[in-house]
């Protein structure tokens, strides 16, 4: 390379880190100042001087935190003016592609100095939660709140537990067992082993925030302190989340960084590198055996380098849990016993959410600059086994061109078709993979089983308490489970389930769904020997037929009621929260029963007899309209047992009936009678006991006798009166009124009228 090229080659000329550790986690500060002070210290780093000079500013996106605009923020703290501002994707592989577009902006003349940065203070968060504190953090974004894993999965995984990533890696990592010829033994050995030589780079680094030494035997070995999660992993193999960490690069040209007065052997260089992912879906992908775009990523990017495996002196491969670091190893030929962190790894050192890879970056520039290696490799993985990007750092200049590739298209042209995923299956099958969860007790509690039918499709299923051999094998650890025979059958509680034996009898429904006629749907929650509880089959399968009932065309009104006579609702199951299982009576979409939040678009009418107390008073104020016997009594009694009606009531009583009435009704805890509910309007009709079904289902007959587009479009408009301005509501309206003018059912409405003639609605 001559002069005049290596004059535009760009090199990380600074780096920065923070650690926040005050004794009273809650007292931690915000992301914002631990970004701040990061880049602070590498302009330390670099000599100072180069705050002024940046001119890109790129920072990792938060878990803890929604800023309005936080690369904006951080400039104007650092006092950066001019500067572009970039926000990065969520992933952990984020931080190695942005440091490559960095590089590749000064390459092409576009970039002088550019920073690259990002931060969590999760640690600090949580705290905060858990002592009933919001954080009175900087700038809050209007609309956005803090990341959620379960935006980031299908709603089949989200409804079976596959949700959060310490449920979907052993996914991977029990297939790959199966799939290498492991015991379980042996596999955990090497994941031991691993992360163990991890722990020693996490002791050797002063930012890290354990940064304990820890043999393989304790990372495996099961503990008061190192419990397991989901089978097969512990507390100690996965990443430490909860933790307050800053990092920040500073990426310039040699030439620039040279006449700064930064001495050559400070200077570390940035070669290619290549990026590309699986499909988002998890569940859409072919097999668990290996990870085709982490084998692409990983070999291209020493091909674009001119490089072996065996020319790298140090490699950071991601590990927040064992199995990426095991299939990285493999492509690389890399020992068992191989250093593969430079940092510590996600679980010693600490997982910053999506940052952990600038921490790898400035652990590295450490390690080239003591000499320790002459070339390093980095590997950043996002999502589940998703996103990958990679990346070579060096002592000296490259040889060759610099290039980040996207290999996205090159990648889908070779890989192997997914299975179909059926949602709807009974009868034999094989288990694929699998994971058991266990309660903070060290039990195990549910199995997620993905099997595959005899024409190999897969189907996600559960393994329950009525399972419980089948979960007893399937964490047994002398027998492989993988490619085991069982049966899937439908266990009536939202879920298909996975047994080595089907069961001998089925516990009944909670939740019946019957049809009447053709355009009326009748929901029963039918739990009467448990007052029509809320327990989380019950939300399930109320999620379900909400979505069903939206998604038939035929239907056009639900109704919803309880068995028995006696009881409406009793609201949440208490005997479920005494198990551990309250989270699960809230949907990660609908909300509590599956219900009270859901985004729904026809009306749903409840039909109430007897006591509907608490979350059963929520249920009915859910519903659009509301039929109630004499024997209905409603309130919201949470005050007298320390609890809030926060399953909606305490906003959608005093939208139905007088503020000041609501109020009383919140405060005291008192119920009021079929007769004062209905003279409040907090119910529509009031009817004898046997008459109930049959006017609920009249009402309901005169709302499908009518335009369903137009209803629907109704409906929704009605239900935002609260929510939205006059302005907005305005254009609601207009905008559902032009989307029926093309409709079969405008032109019907008119032409039936004339014609004197009853109208054909085809909800179209």
Same mark, same amino acid.
């Given at each position: 390379?001559?002069?005049?090229a ?51 500013i ?45 590089a ?38 209007p ?20 949700? %959060? ?6 996914? *991977?990592?029990?297939?790959? !067992? $199966? +799939?290498? #010829?492991? @015991?379980? =033994? ?41 419990r397991?999660?989901?089978?097969p ?32 052997d ?5 070669? %290619? ?6 499909? *988002?879906?998890?569940?859409? !992908? $072919? +097999?668990? #055996?290996? @990870?085709? =775009? ?35 190893r ?6 068992a ?11 010693m ?44 750092? $060096? ?77 007893q ?38 939740v ?49 009621q ?178 029926l003018?093309?409709?079969?059912d405008f ?18």
């Open positions: 390379m001559n002069t005049a290596r004059e535009r080659v760009p090199v990380i000329v600074a780096i920065g880190e923070y650690l926040d550790k005050p004794r009273n986690p809650a007292e931690g500060r915000e992301p914002v100042e631990l970004l701040q002070e990061a880049v602070l210290a590498a302009d330390r780093d670099g000599g100072g001087g180069w705050l002024r000079q940046i001119d890109t790129r920072v990792v996106d938060l878990f803890c935190w929604a800023y309005r605009n936080l690369p904006e923020l951080l400039a104007q703290r650092l006092r950066i003016r001019g500067a572009e501002h970039i926000q990065g994707p969520i992933g952990g592989e984020t931080p190695v592609r942005m440091m490559l577009d960095a590749l902006d000064i390459v092409r003349g576009q970039s002088e100095v550019s920073l690259l940065c990002g931060a969590e203070a999760v640690r600090t968060m949580g705290a905060l939660l858990s002592q009933g504190r919001k954080p009175a953090w900087s700038d809050p974004h609309s956005k709140g803090p990341l959620n894993a379960e935006d980031h999965v299908s709603r089949l995984a989200a409804d079976y537990g596959l949700s %959060s990533p310490v449920a979907i890696y052993p996914l *991977y990592e029990n297939a790959c !067992r $199966a +799939h290498w #010829q492991q @015991s379980f =033994a042996e596999s955990q050995a090497e994941s031991g082993l691993i992360f163990a030589k991890n722990s020693e780079a996490a002791a050797r680094n002063p930012y890290s925030w354990s940064g304990r030494s820890m043999s393989a035997e304790e990372v495996v070995t099961p503990s008061k302190d190192n397991p999660l989901y089978w992993y512990q507390k100690y193999m996965v990443a430490n989340v909860a933790v307050n960490q800053a990092a920040a690069v500073i990426v310039t040209t040699r030439e620039r960084a040279l006449a700064m007065g930064v001495p050559e400070q200077l570390v260089y940035i070669w %290619s590198g290549a990026g590309a992912h699986e499909p *988002y879906d998890f569940l859409q !992908r $072919a +097999h668990y #055996q290996h @990870s085709p =775009a982490l084998e692409l990523v990983l070999q291209r990017t020493l091909a674009l380098n001119g490089l072996a495996a065996r020319d790298l002196d140090l490699f950071e491969l991601y590990s927040c849990f064992p199995i990426v670091p095991k299939l990285a493999r492509v690389l030929g890399l020992a016993d191989a250093q593969t962190s430079v940092c510590g790894g996600l679980t050192f600490g997982g910053p959410g999506n940052n952990y890879m600038t921490h790898a970056i400035t652990a590295m520039v450490r390690a080239l600059r003591a000499g320790e290696g002459r070339l390093g490799l980095l590997h950043g993985n996002g999502e589940f086994v998703t996103k990958h990007h990679a990346a070579v750092l $060096a002592r000296r200049p490259p040889t060759q061109p610099l290039r980040n590739e996207d290999l996205q298209a090159e990648l889908e042209a070779q890989q192997a078709p997914a299975p179909a995923l059926l949602e709807d299956y009974s009868g034999p099958a094989r288990i694929e993979t699998y994971t058991v969860s266990f309660t903070p007790g060290g039990k195990p509690d549910r199995g997620i089983v993905l099997a595959r039918t005899p024409d190999g499709q897969r189907v996600v299923t559960r393994v329950t308490e009525l399972e419980r051999d089948t979960l094998f399937l964490i047994d650890g002398t027998q492989e489970a993988i490619g085991r025979e069982g049966h899937i059958y439908d266990g009536n509680d939202g879920w298909l389930h996975f047994g080595l034996q089907p069961p001998a009898q089925l516990p009944p429904a909670p019946r769904f019957e049809r009447h006629g053709a355009h009326i749907a009748v929901i029963t929650l039918d739990r009467p020997e448990k007052r029509n509880a809320v327990n989380a089959a019950v939300t399930r399968l109320l999620a379900r037929y909400v979505r069903l009932v939206d998604e038939d065309p035929q239907i056009r009104v639900a109704i919803l309880g068995a028995g006579g006696k009881v409406f609702c009793a609201g949440a199951d208490l005997g479920e929260i005494a198990a551990g299982r309250g989270l699960e009576l809230n949907h990660s979409r609908n909300g509590f029963a599956g219900f009270v939040n859901a985004k729904r678009i026809k009306p749903w009418i409840a039909a109430v007899s007897g006591s509907a107390l608490g979350g059963g008073t929520e249920l009915s104020l859910a519903c659009d309209l509301t039929v109630a016997t004499r024997s209905a009594s409603f309130g919201l009694p949470e005050v007298k047992r320390s609890l809030i009606a926060a399953a909606g009531g305490l906003y959608r009583l005093p939208r139905s009936i007088p503020p000041r009435v609501a109020m009383a009704m919140i405060l005291s805890g008192e119920a009021v009678g079929a007769e004062q509910a209905l003279s409040l309007g907090l119910i529509n009709e009031l009817v004898d006991e046997e008459q109930l079904s049959a006017r609920a289902l009249a009402l309901a007959q005169s709302i499908a006798d009518n335009a369903p587009l137009a209803v629907q479009a109704s409906r929704l408009i009605c239900a935002s009166a609260f929510e939205q301005s006059d302005a907005e509501l305005a254009q609601l309206s207009g905008e559902k009124f032009m989307s003018l093309g409709t079969a032109a019907e409405g008119p032409r039936a009228f004339l014609e004197k003639r009853k109208p054909v609605w085809q909800g179209r």
